[in-house]
């Protein structure tokens, strides 16, 4: 702490951020829980209904549960892809011993591009008719037979609408946990291998518990980020076909923007907000127990 | 995401191995370096694709193989894209909210840091909680708010519109960013400036902006990524061509032609993604630099 600061300069310095973060994120975040509790289309008078929104929501309405679930399910996908990819790719870099500096920078590049062309992208890795690269390489290997329209197949669309999600990010992932790798002491790892440790066993009894802390702090962005995933879905299929690939972020954009129905989008948004208070305060728990055992 | 980049790298650690293991651990190099080397085509090859895709004639790409390599190489795409679409237009559009977004979120971001860092105050543990709901929350809870909030005092269809919650958004991590690099500026520079008698607007101006300048870099860099490709606060606020930003831009590229001409998409495509990359690059090495030169000085 500064000596002579005064309680204006702290003012000075700390309101502007504060009213900025206020107005776009802060108020926005009370608005929608006022905004749930009505029944307005933005036009007509608003109509105060109470926990209805709430009851339709959680009792009536089959579309948000489909969601839901599709939600977990693109979750999941893009964990696996983001984390376990960044995980395997960073522990092979460390063993390199040339190139790593390429290859951090080639393994990033898809965070640079936007989502628009990610779905231009994808469109066409996906087809079928005319045939896409995925189909492609099923033919070229022999497999011609599992080819398949991967977007419009309710079976496939949504691990295909999850997939660039994973793809894009996970070289971000792999960075962190690339650095800290790096930082866990080669005498530890060293002492475990004279002891006759074999790669998997210092891997998992001294690199991983080390690198825990990043982990756990990846574990939390890579969550966050993919429950607020929806450029991707949005523009592949618009959660289509049916609702085999909605989420709860482009179902809430469609009840606000399409359907014009704000209250109960609103109702939404709070459960997308407490849904990610909830997995954070989750990972925290199962991994920090996980430490202590 | 943003956490790598104050993370000093540490140097390699593969040279104190004892003689024996040397051999069994260059064929393990090897073999590791052709897996690495197939991932990193995999990771990249869709991209490749999009430029391969955008020199290719549209005969060749609709008759021919579209994933083979072209038989001719061609700049036509690049010219009906540029006179089908509004690129010209999309790219200035994305300078100016990319640029004053970053503005606001250095800034400010610094500014905040500087108050919960470095003066200090009672509340300051309440006031990162309440920053550390930024990062958590989805960005789509504040589109219906805003909106109607943009609706009612006429903000709808401003670079305003779009600038406010991607810097608000980004601010969390910005402070993050800038009070995790304060922490290591010694107290005594601070104390001797008092005793100099700096007040705390000139030790902010002449001591912890000019020590600040790398992480606004970072910050800088990290944030236009995602702000010239943000898509869903352009897509809720935006409702006229005049402000389209790149991602919009592309978007309607499809709609606008009636038949997919997919050439010129991702000829559009390519335009669009180029000035980041090139950015990226270059930032990168420089980033890589200062990063490196940082940890052997510590």
């Given at each position: 702490?500064?000596?002579?600061?005064?309680?204006?300069?702290?003012?000075?310095?700390?309101?502007?951020?504060?009213?900025?973060?206020?107005?776009?994120?802060?108020?926005?975040?009370?608005?929608?829980?006022?905004?749930?509790?009505?029944?307005?289309?933005?036009?007509?008078?608003?109509?105060?209904?109470?926990f209805?929104?709430?009851?339709?929501?959680?009792?009536?309405?089959t579309?948000?549960?489909?969601?839901?679930?599709?939600?977990?399910?693109?979750?999941?996908?893009?964990?696996?892809?983001q984390?376990?990819?960044?995980?395997?790719?960073?522990?092979?870099?460390?063993?390199?011993r040339?190139?790593?500096?390429?290859?951090?920078?080639?393994?990033?590049l898809?965070?640079?591009?936007?989502?628009?062309?990610?779905?231009?992208?994808?469109?066409?890795?996906?087809?079928?008719?005319?045939?896409?690269?995925?189909?492609?390489v099923?033919?070229?290997?022999?497999?011609?037979?599992?080819?398949?329209?991967?977007?419009?197949?309710?079976?496939?669309?949504?691990?295909?609408?999850?997939v660039?999600?994973?793809?894009?990010?996970?070289?971000?992932?792999?960075?962190?946990?690339?650095?800290?790798?790096?930082?866990?002491?080669?005498?530890?790892?060293?002492?475990a291998?004279?002891?006759?440790a074999?790669?998997?066993?210092?891997?998992?009894?001294?690199?991983?518990?080390?690198?825990?802390?990043?982990?756990?702090?990846?574990?939390?962005?890579?969550?966050?980020?993919?429950?607020?995933?929806?450029?991707?879905?949005?523009?592949?299929?618009?959660?289509?076909?049916?609702?085999?690939s909605?989420?709860?972020?482009t179902?809430?954009?469609?009840?606000?923007?399409?359907?014009?129905?704000?209250?109960?989008?609103?109702?939404?948004?709070?459960?997308?907000?407490?849904?990610c208070?909830?997995?954070?305060?989750?990972?925290?728990?199962?991994?920090?127990?996980?430490?202590?055992? | 995401?943003?956490?790598?980049?104050?993370?000093?790298?540490?140097?390699?650690?593969?040279?104190?191995?004892?003689?024996?293991?040397?051999?069994?651990?260059?064929?393990?190099?090897?073999?590791?370096?052709?897996?690495?080397?197939?991932?990193?085509?995999?990771?990249?090859?869709?991209?490749?694709?999009?430029?391969?895709?955008?020199?290719?004639?549209?005969?060749?790409?609709?008759?021919?193989?579209?994933?083979?390599?072209?038989?001719?190489?061609?700049?036509?795409?690049?010219?009906?894209?540029?006179?089908?679409?509004?690129?010209?237009?999309?790219?200035?559009?994305?300078?100016?909210?990319?640029?004053?977004?970053?503005?606001?979120?250095?800034?400010l971001?610094?500014?905040?840091?500087?108050?919960?860092?470095?003066?200090?105050?009672?509340?300051?543990?309440?006031?990162?909680?309440?920053?550390?709901?930024?990062?958590?929350?989805?960005?789509?809870?504040?589109?219906?708010?805003?909106?109607?909030?943009?609706a009612?005092?006429?903000?709808?269809?401003?670079?305003?519109?779009?600038?406010?919650?991607?810097?608000?958004?980004?601010?969390?991590?910005?402070?993050?960013?800038?009070?995790?690099?304060?922490?290591?500026?010694?107290?005594?520079i601070?104390e001797?400036?008092?005793l100099?008698?700096?007040?705390?607007?000139?030790?902010?101006?002449?001591?912890?902006?000019?020590?600040?300048?790398?992480?606004?870099?970072?910050?800088?860099m990290?944030?236009?990524?995602?702000?010239?490709?943000?898509?869903?606060?352009?897509?809720?606020?935006?409702?006229?061509?005049?402000?389209?930003?790149?991602?919009?831009?592309?978007?309607?590229?499809?709609?606008?032609?009636?038949?997919?001409?997919?050439?010129?998409?991702?000829?559009?495509?390519?335009?669009?993604?180029?000035?980041?990359?090139l950015?990226?690059?270059?930032?990168?090495?420089?980033?890589?630099?200062?990063?490196?030169?940082?940890?052997?000085?510590?």
């Amino acid at each position: 702490m500064l000596p002579q600061r005064s309680r204006l300069s702290v003012l000075v310095f700390l309101l502007p951020p504060l009213a900025l973060y206020g107005i776009a994120v802060l108020l926005p975040i009370f608005q929608s829980l006022f905004l749930s509790f009505f029944d307005w289309d933005g036009i007509s008078p608003m109509l105060f209904v109470g926990f209805e929104n709430y009851i339709r929501m959680f009792t009536g309405d089959t579309v948000f549960w489909i969601a839901f679930r599709n939600t977990l399910g693109y979750v999941v996908i893009c964990l696996v892809l983001q984390l376990g990819g960044a995980l395997i790719v960073a522990s092979l870099l460390t063993l390199l011993r040339r190139g790593r500096e390429v290859v951090k920078t080639l393994y990033i590049l898809p965070a640079v591009i936007s989502t628009v062309a990610i779905a231009f992208l994808f469109q066409r890795i996906y087809s079928l008719d005319p045939e896409g690269l995925i189909n492609q390489v099923l033919e070229f290997i022999g497999l011609g037979n599992l080819q398949n329209a991967w977007l419009s197949d309710v079976g496939t669309v949504l691990a295909a609408v999850s997939v660039p999600e994973g793809w894009r990010f996970t070289g971000l992932y792999m960075l962190i946990i690339y650095a800290a790798l790096l930082a866990v002491p080669a005498e530890l790892e060293e002492a475990a291998k004279l002891d006759g440790a074999s790669w998997w066993q210092t891997f998992w009894r001294i690199r991983f518990p080390y690198i825990r802390p990043v982990w756990i702090t990846t574990t939390i962005i890579a969550t966050t980020n993919a429950l607020r995933g929806f450029d991707i879905p949005y523009l592949l299929t618009n959660g289509g076909p049916g609702q085999s690939s909605e989420l709860l972020t482009t179902y809430m954009y469609k009840t606000a923007f399409t359907s014009t129905n704000y209250g109960y989008a609103s109702t939404i948004s709070v459960f997308v907000v407490v849904e990610c208070l909830v997995a954070v305060g989750l990972i925290f728990l199962l991994l920090r127990r996980k430490a202590d055992a | 995401m943003t956490l790598t980049a104050t993370r000093p790298i540490r140097p390699s650690e593969q040279e104190s191995l004892p003689r024996p293991r040397r051999r069994q651990l260059h064929l393990q190099r090897k073999l590791t370096g052709v897996i690495v080397a197939l991932i990193v085509i995999v990771q990249v090859y869709p991209l490749a694709w999009l430029f391969i895709t955008s020199v290719r004639t549209e005969q060749d790409f609709a008759g021919g193989n579209p994933f083979a390599l072209p038989t001719e190489i061609t700049f036509d795409n690049y010219t009906r894209a540029f006179a089908t679409g509004n690129l010209g237009l999309n790219i200035l559009n994305s300078l100016i909210v990319t640029v004053g977004a970053i503005v606001v979120i250095v800034f400010l971001g610094m500014m905040g840091a500087y108050a919960l860092q470095v003066l200090g105050f009672r509340f300051s543990k309440f006031v990162r909680a309440l920053f550390l709901i930024g990062i958590i929350v989805p960005v789509q809870v504040a589109l219906v708010p805003l909106f109607v909030d943009y609706a009612a005092v006429n903000l709808l269809d401003t670079y305003q519109s779009i600038i406010i919650p991607l810097a608000g958004f980004a601010l969390p991590t910005s402070i993050y960013l800038f009070s995790s690099f304060y922490e290591y500026i010694p107290g005594e520079i601070y104390e001797a400036a008092s005793l100099d008698g700096a007040g705390p607007y000139r030790i902010f101006g002449q001591i912890t902006l000019p020590l600040s300048v790398n992480t606004m870099v970072t910050v800088a860099m990290v944030n236009s990524i995602f702000i010239w490709n943000d898509f869903i606060f352009a897509n809720t606020f935006v409702l006229t061509d005049d402000l389209k930003t790149i991602p919009l831009g592309l978007q309607n590229y499809i709609g606008a032609m009636g038949k997919v001409d997919w050439t010129a998409t991702f000829a559009a495509v390519c335009v669009s993604i180029t000035p980041l990359l090139l950015v990226f690059l270059v930032l990168n090495k420089a980033m890589t630099y200062s990063l490196a030169s940082g940890a052997t000085k510590g």
